[in-house]
């Protein structure tokens, strides 16, 4: 008789809430999980499936992963990756337009992420009508890059019916995550699409101060169907070992250029004859994704350096070569 599986919907510091066949447990971490030292700053993430063990009080091993949002480990330096959440089919990156202002290097860090791990991904952008002007300019920046854009308002008087009934039908039809800063809106956005979840809220004057409305991760069955996680509001998102060479095929407007280019190994960052930065100076690439771009490559390069702690991929080509 084969051992029972479960989902993982929670993690707390001694204690993991699964699922199993529909019932919800609270169980404790066997300890080899923690005996094999991997990269990952945790042995489990939420939305991973796992086996019990004979006794069916305990997790025994956890099953492979189809994919994984993750970021570098803020409090563990280059060393380690911080899953935010495991098996997932859809990304929503959440960003207001205004109060917080928009933060182009987060949202482009996410949906790079998101990218490498090949997740769909939706940037939401929230409060639009606090500055329409914005929400204008911003959507014009995605759109040009391919990124399935919503724009979103829950404000009375102003709220987006056809587009919170697009983002209701998504997060019914995955297993997503929903990341942000805090102040953006995700949990309001929530509470209005998926009513009876009643996530936590907080005035922008608590978040100012430090204190995040969402405290932990926590993966949600939704009735009728898919699940969703409310993240913690996050500064900031940095990627986890992605080579110098890889980074700029995460952003497809950037990638699309390369073939243009006079050396096949360029990576855009004061080459001659450059078609990314030509592009970027003609304003057919917008400024602000290419400074995510070279911020994140110069992440990469740093960490490609002998010496460095990072495990970064060894970059390849080097040696910049001309196409004729």
Same mark, same amino acid.
């Given at each position: ?48 499936r796992i086996v019990l063990d004979a006794t069916g009080q305990a997790i025994d091993a956890v099953l492979p992963r ?67 002007? *914005? =929400?204008?300019?911003?959507? +014009?920046?995605?759109? &040009?890059?391919?990124?399935?854009? /919503?724009?979103?308002?829950?404000? @009375? $008087?102003?709220?987006?019916? *056809? =587009?919170?009934?697009?983002? +209701?039908?998504?997060? &019914?039809?995955?297993?997503?995550? /929903?990341?942000?800063?805090?102040? @953006? $809106? ?102 602000s994704r290419f400074q995510s771009y070279r911020t994140m490559l110069h992440d990469a390069l740093q960490a490609e ?20």
């Open positions: 008789m084969s051992s029972p599986e479960g989902l993982v919907l929670r993690i707390d510091a001694k204690v993991c809430h699964v699922e199993v066949d529909g019932e919800r447990r609270q169980l404790p971490l066997a300890g080899k999980l923690f005996e094999v030292k991997t990269h990952e700053k945790r042995p489990l993430a939420v939305g991973d189809s994919s994984q949002l993750h970021r570098r480990a803020a409090s563990e330096g280059e060393e380690q990756a911080q899953v935010l959440a495991a098996n997932l089919t859809h990304v929503l990156a959440v960003q207001s337009v205004a109060s917080p202002p928009f933060q182009p290097e987060l949202v482009d860090g996410v949906l790079a992420a998101a990218a490498r791990e090949r997740i769909p991904a939706t940037l939401v952008l929230s409060k639009i009508d606090l500055d329409p002007a *914005a =929400a204008k300019r911003w959507s +014009a920046v995605y759109a &040009h890059a391919g990124v399935h854009l /919503v724009a979103t308002s829950t404000a @009375a $008087g102003h709220e987006t019916t *056809a =587009a919170n009934a697009e983002l +209701a039908r998504l997060l &019914h039809e995955n297993r997503s995550v /929903v990341v942000g800063l805090s102040g @953006a $809106g995700k949990s309001s956005l929530l509470n209005r699409l998926l009513p009876g979840i009643t996530l936590r809220t907080g005035d922008l004057n608590h978040i100012r101060q430090g204190r995040h409305t969402t405290t932990h991760t926590e993966l949600l069955p939704l009735p009728g169907g898919g699940h969703v996680l409310d993240t913690p509001g996050v500064r900031n998102f940095h990627l986890f070992c992605v080579g110098s060479q890889e980074m700029q095929f995460l952003f497809p407007e950037i990638a699309a250029r390369l073939p243009q280019c006079e050396y096949r190994s360029c990576l855009h960052d004061g080459e001659a004859r450059c078609a990314v930065q030509q592009a970027v100076a003609a304003g057919e690439i917008p400024a350096r002998p010496g460095s702690k990072a495990k970064a991929p060894a970059r390849g080509g080097a040696r910049r070569r001309p196409r004729r």
